[in-house]
């Protein structure tokens, strides 16, 4: 059972350029978050999405970024028009479905690492 | 704001010491907190707590989790350079399903 899929592993844009990140949920898991890590700090939230619908995208900046799990393929978060701070790692994180009140802990990629030139 | 406070930010022991890392969190209506072990690629699940006073152990480390004092701790006990990482502690609450708010990490270095 492969582990959850990041692809690229690297990424180098120019700024305003887009960034498109890629995330394959291990097999069986229909909850996918994202997260950024910024140099020397923790993961900070971005997006949760089940397939189909976003559920909370609370940690997403207003601007520029979207993510979207369709359902075939992997989850994708693309960043537009991308700037020098948009610089991180970006970690997947998917967990099998369950009902309200079962803990679930999140199994991550290995992140796609942004560099914004 | 929920959050979640890590410390010491980072710890330096020699090969055989044992360490204790501190997680303190600030969240309505817990649900979990996580312990992940993070090196040079994604964190790795070491441990969940859910209940007060029920201490986990995975070979040298362990974990218990205090909700009276809304902390936790993470022990490793006759350290080594491969437990040279960064420890990231999360907590999941209850209104946002299994999302996670972490704390910074705390940075252990083994030294042979």
């Known amino acids: 059972n492969a582990g959850v899929m990041q692809n690229p592993r690297h990424l180098v844009r120019r700024r305003g350029q887009e960034a498109r990140l890629r995330c394959s949920p291990m097999?069986?898991?229909?909850?996918v978050y994202w997260y950024r890590q910024l140099p020397e700090e923790g993961l900070k939230f971005m997006v949760y999405?089940?397939?189909?619908?976003?559920?909370?995208e609370s940690g997403m900046p207003k601007e520029r970024f979207s993510a979207e799990f369709p359902k075939e393929g992997p989850s994708i978060l693309r960043i537009q028009q991308v700037v020098r701070g948009d610089s991180a790692a970006y970690f997947c994180?998917?967990?099998?479905?369950?009902?309200?009140?079962?803990?679930?802990?999140?199994?991550f990629g290995p992140g796609t690492r942004l560099t914004v030139l | 704001e929920d959050k979640v406070v890590q410390s010491p930010l980072s710890l330096v022991v020699h090969e055989g010491d044992t360490v204790t890392l501190n997680c303190s969190y600030e969240?309505?209506?817990?649900?979990?907190l996580l312990w992940y072990k993070q090196e040079k690629k994604a964190p790795t699940f070491l441990f969940m707590l859910?209940?007060?006073?029920i201490e986990k152990k995975s070979g040298r480390l362990s974990s218990i989790l205090d909700k009276k004092e809304l902390s936790s701790i993470l022990n490793i006990t006759a350290t080594q350079t491969g437990d040279s990482a960064i420890y990231l502690c999360?907590?999941?609450?209850?209104?946002?399903?299994?999302?996670?708010?972490f704390g910074a990490g705390t940075i252990l270095r083994v030294k042979s």
């Open positions: 969240v309505t209506n817990f649900r979990s």
């Open positions: 859910t209940s007060s006073g």
């Open positions: 999360a907590v999941e609450w209850e209104e946002y399903g299994n999302k996670l708010v």
């Open positions: 097999k069986g898991h229909s909850h």
């Open positions: 994180a998917s967990s099998p479905p369950g009902f309200s009140g079962v803990n679930n802990e999140q199994f």
């Open positions: 999405l089940q397939k189909e619908n976003i559920i909370d």
